[in-house]
């Protein structure tokens, strides 16, 4: 049974540019959440996104941005990056998105932005 | 590796102890928790859950143990082994069409042998 899978495992972009984050949920799942996780702290809710709609938002700029496909798997986007986006990047998944659904992570993906 | 948690509480216990993790949550609406386990370099691991209609769950090795009066968790580990080393947090589920997790501060967990 494959659990979450995140691509690339490590990106390196300068300031400005943009970077497309990609993320394959585990087998049944349809629901997928984005984190950012900054050295020494907890994973910061981006947004969740089910039936290819985006449902809940956390506080981040527009800057961040996502898509779900309909096969489940999800991008995130980041525009105009700033040398603060650099964290680790979590994909989670989950089932229905009902409400107490465990959401289970992918490894990550490490974003070093200089 | 990568170091995560360098700012992070440490609880350092000898192999074989039972360690203890607590973490406060901030929302009383909240009705489902998860306790993950994160190594260096990996994505967070999840542990056990327990909701809010439950004040104790058992797993192997594992109890987490809730208190909504003073909206408190705690992590128990039997027997902590070294591959039990790893930051710990736990997480409230908050619902508002959709779910997301709030995560709490993070624990460093050492094993000493």
């Known amino acids: 049974d494959a659990g979450v899978t995140q691509s690339p495992t490590h990106l390196i972009k300068t300031r400005g540019q943009q970077v497309t984050l990609r993320c394959s949920p585990k087998?049944?799942?349809?629901?997928v959440s984005w984190y950012q996780q900054a050295l020494g702290q907890g994973p910061q809710f981006i947004f969740q996104y089910y039936e290819e709609e985006e449902r809940q938002r956390g506080n981040f700029p527009d800057r961040f941005s996502g898509h779900q496909f309909p096969n489940y798997s999800s991008e995130l986007n980041v525009n105009a990056l700033l040398l603060g986006d650099s964290a680790l990047y979590l994909c989670?998944?989950?089932?229905?998105?009902?409400?107490?659904?465990?959401?289970?992570f992918g490894p990550g993906t490490r974003l070093l932005v200089l | 590796g990568e170091s995560v948690g360098l700012h992070l509480p440490t609880l350092s216990v000898q192999e074989g102890d039972n360690s203890i993790i607590n973490c406060a949550y901030s929302?009383?609406?909240?009705?489902?928790f998860i306790w993950y386990k994160q190594e260096s370099g990996k994505g967070p691991q999840f542990i056990i859950d327990?909701?809010?209609n439950m004040d104790k769950r058992q797993g192997q090795r594992v109890t987490v143990l809730l208190n909504k009066t003073v909206k408190h968790l705690s992590l128990q580990i039997a027997a902590t082994q070294p591959g039990d080393s790893a930051v710990y947090f736990c997480a409230e589920n908050i619902w508002g069409y959709g779910n997301k997790l709030v995560f709490g501060a993070g624990t460093i967990l050492r094993v000493k042998s």
């Open positions: 327990i909701r809010s």
């Open positions: 989670a998944s989950s089932d229905r998105g009902h409400r107490q659904e465990t959401q289970y």
């Open positions: 929302n009383s609406a909240s009705d489902y």
């Open positions: 087998s049944g799942h349809d629901t």
